[in-house]
């Protein structure tokens, strides 16, 4: 009877160590984590970028893959000034410069939509579009109407930073 009641507080030790150990590493996990907002740490997993055309700037939210990365890594060297032009009467579209990785799937683009094309051209739709490109984000908080009177006819300048 003794030797049973030995093995099963030894038992019950094991097993509140490992609860507790497993506390610990959540607690300094979410410590890190709240910490980590006052550091550059949380810059470099930035999901929000900024969309000067012409005097009204916008905010698009970004989607997690290598592209925005990249992107992002690049926006945080120096703001990016693209020239774009209208295809299609449903898209503005202008060379990056630079390719970027792809992430290409087949996707159904919406208004509002930033989309990376063939790794070197940046796509903001304001009509919907089926193809085979990367998603790169969002822009934020403006209708399909306001968004075409934004980048109006023809040729624009979009600017992106952070």
Request: glycine residues 4%; proline residues 2%; hydrophobic residues 35%.
């Amino acid at each position: 009877m003794k030797r049973s009641l030995l093995i099963f507080f030894a038992f019950l030790l094991i097993v509140t160590e490992s609860c507790s150990k497993d506390n610990e590493t959540q607690n300094s996990t979410s410590n890190e984590i709240i910490d980590a907002g006052d550091t550059d740490d949380v810059n470099q997993k930035t999901n929000k970028m900024k969309i000067k055309i012409g005097e009204r700037i916008l905010t698009a939210t970004l989607v997690d893959n290598s592209s925005t990365e990249s992107l992002v890594a690049l926006l945080k060297e120096q703001s990016l000034t693209i020239e774009m032009r209208d295809y299609a009467k449903m898209e503005k579209v202008g060379s990056i410069g630079q390719s970027l990785p792809r992430n290409d799937e087949q996707i159904t683009a919406q208004p509002c939509d930033i989309i990376l094309y063939q790794g070197n051209a940046l796509v903001i739709y304001y009509a919907p579009n089926s193809w085979n490109f990367t998603r790169l984000g969002r822009i934020d908080d403006i209708t399909t109407q306001e968004l075409k009177k934004v980048l109006g006819e023809g040729d624009v300048t979009v600017t992106l930073s952070l």
